[in-house]
């Protein structure tokens, strides 16, 4: 069975952080490239970070600076530290996880984060 479930999402204040997580099943093994997308109300599920097996990393530029993408792969688990939160970041955030060759990918069901005063 292949699951993705995140955690970590709730109510924050403007400037304030929060680090989501994402725990998959053992199938999704550590050679899955692994994202965070985030769609807000009315808007198209976009995409925030990506990294490899290897750690490389790649960001939107409205995070850069601000989020950082990790993966503790003996935990099978992916992270999205979360800084200086702005009432724009506010969304439904997914964890997402693809093969890197044979086209086989997941979402997690998201966990919503909203950024106000």
């Known amino acids: 069975q292949v699951w993705l479930v995140e955690s970590g999402g709730g109510l924050v204040q403007p400037g304030g952080s929060l680090r989501l997580s994402c725990a998959a099943s053992?199938?999704?093994?550590?050679?899955?490239?692994k994202s965070w997308y985030r769609q807000a109300p009315g808007k198209q599920r976009e995409l925030v970070a990506t990294?490899?097996?290897?750690?490389?990393?790649e960001y939107a530029d409205y995070v850069k600076g601000r989020f950082t993408i990790s993966r503790d792969n003996a935990k099978n688990t992916l992270y999205l530290q979360m800084n200086s939160l702005a009432p724009e970041d506010t969304a439904v955030y997914y964890c997402?996880?693809?093969?890197?060759?044979?086209?086989?990918?997941?979402w997690g069901q998201g966990t919503q984060v909203t950024v106000s005063s």
């Open positions: 997402y996880a693809r093969h890197p060759t044979i086209g086989v990918a997941y």
């Open positions: 053992g199938t999704i093994v550590k050679s899955y490239i």
């Open positions: 990294i490899t097996s290897g750690g490389s990393t």
